[in-house]
């Protein structure tokens, strides 16, 4: 506390103290979750500090429509409702029940709907997201001193919030800030020392210094070096802090045609490399070069496994397909057996390689398969693509990577601008959250694919349109 000095009548000094501020700690603050969020990621309600978090009875009934089912959304649904089973044991779900062990916030379900401002009739319409909103505009009419604030990852929910004079907002967690600023794998420099690039060509490597770097660099980092008349592609390899020298080189027919694909190709086939992800717009060859990769480094794995996420049009689900169970997701999976046919055919038919490629297929040494059946399992020396992966969310990313055993290699592709997901976008997917969290690790390397390589036409749409 401040002291002051001041003159007593009698001319002495004494001290007086100055007034100390007390500072009021504001509210906590309440969350009100909708069903999107749920199904986002099940342990949500554990995301808001020391804050409350509240759900409308309304998400509990929609959630009761997805607890069956092998996608994962159903798992979402299903481990959120053992939540809600394992806290209502000795409590009452009406009531506020802390979380975390008293280090957390509160939790309740709201079973009141009767509000202040009723949604349906603003909006004309009676359905579950009125009723969420009724539900939140309750428990701020009954907890008037506090901040009661809407979480969805419904765009248009959040809007009508809004709308109504209700705080709304995204679900922050797993999202990353900056998309522009998201890591891209791949360094440009002009103006090296050209003694560098000279002993890159002369040795194959070099020291960082000799380059005018510092040793501070980022592992499996790849470079485009330039310098008067000279130029190189480059590596920087973690496990002897030395930058190699990359050249072109076919790998199972194909030819990079950029110098992105030769990284790409590096990373794919570096058995150091556990996990990599390749971004970028359609066209610039992801999963031909994933493909490609794999096939080459077969016989270093018992099985090279292809899957994508099932995104079906207009929300219907595979089963409104005809046939059996294959002929139901074989349209999702041709993209993948587009581009294994594509490989396939620069041997000709004759060839031997050909050949394998085909009895690699019959005897499910080469797998195309759903990503949904992988749940359970637990993938041991398995050269793993999953390719479309900017429609996964975080939690399903983290989930596929924990399969992981020894000797499994794991191989993300996709385009982070073109997602198919309701309620994911360009900062919210799991493609974009693994960049940013699991940079610079050693055993990662991510390569960001600019130039597309389809046809000139294919270049000309992404370009114009």
């Known amino acids: 506390m401040a002291k002051m000095i001041a003159k007593t009548p009698e001319g002495k000094t004494a001290t007086k103290r100055k007034p100390q501020t007390v500072k009021l700690k504001a509210p906590k603050k309440i969350f009100v979750l909708d069903t999107s969020v749920i199904l986002y990621n099940h342990n949500s309600i554990n995301s808001f500090d020391d804050n409350d978090v509240a759900i409308p009875i309304t998400v509990l009934e929609e959630l009761d429509q997805f607890k069956k089912g ?3 959304i159903n798992f979402e649904a ?22 975390g062990n008293g280090h957390k916030g509160k939790f309740r379900v709201i079973m009141n709907e009767k509000a202040s401002l009723d949604a349906e009739w603003v909006f004309g319409e009676r359905k579950a997201d009125h009723r969420i909103l009724n539900a939140a505009i309750a428990l701020k009419d009954e907890c008037p001193d506090r901040k009661v604030v809407m979480v969805t990852k419904d765009v248009n929910l959040r809007i009508k919030a809004k709308a109504l004079g209700l705080p709304a907002e995204d679900f922050m967690t797993g999202k990353i800030e900056n998309v522009d600023s998201l890591h891209s794998g791949v360094s440009r420099f002009e103006n090296v020392d050209k003694k560098g690039i000279d002993r890159l060509y002369a040795e ?13 660099l980022a592992p499996n980092q790849y470079f485009i070096l330039q310098s008067d008349g000279a130029s190189a592609l480059g590596f920087y390899n973690p496990r002897n802090q030395l930058i190699e020298r990359l050249d072109k080189h076919q790998v199972s027919q194909i030819t990079p045609r950029n110098a992105e694909q030769v990284f790409s190709l590096h990373a794919v086939t570096n058995p150091y490399i556990r996990l990599v992800t390749l971004q970028g717009i359609a066209g610039t060859g992801k999963t031909l070069l994933a493909l490609a990769g794999a096939w080459d480094q077969r016989r270093n794995y018992k099985q090279i496994y292809l899957a994508r996420p099932i995104v079906p049009l207009s929300n219907k689900d595979i089963g409104f397909l005809p046939g059996d169970a294959q002929s139901k997701i074989n349209p999702y999976m041709q993209p993948l057996y587009d581009n294994l046919k594509f490989i396939q055919n620069q041997y000709g038919e004759r060839n031997k390689e050909f050949q394998n490629i085909t009895a690699a297929l019959e005897s499910d040494k080469l797998l195309i398969q759903p990503l949904a059946y992988i749940r359970g399992r637990s993938i041991s020396n398995v050269f793993f693509i999953v390719d479309e992966a900017q429609n996964l969310t975080p939690h399903e990313i983290k989930t596929i ?14 385009d982070i601008y073109q997602i198919d997901t309701p309620y994911l976008d360009a900062q919210s997917n799991g493609l974009s959250y693994l960049i940013d969290r699991i940079k610079h690790h050693e055993l990662y390397a991510h390569v960001r694919l600019e130039k597309g390589e389809r046809s000139d036409l294919a270049n000309l749409a992404n370009e114009l349109l």
């Open 78 to 99: 299903r481990e959120f409702i053992r939540i809600m089973d394992r806290l209502s044991v000795n409590n009452s779900l009406q009531n506020w029940i802390p979380l």
């Open 204 to 216: 194959g490597l070099c020291e960082p210094a000799d380059l005018g770097f510092d040793n501070n």
């Open 70 to 72: 092998n996608d994962t």
């Open 401 to 414: 990577i924990t399969r992981a055993g020894e000797g499994t290699k794991i191989i993300f592709t996709g």
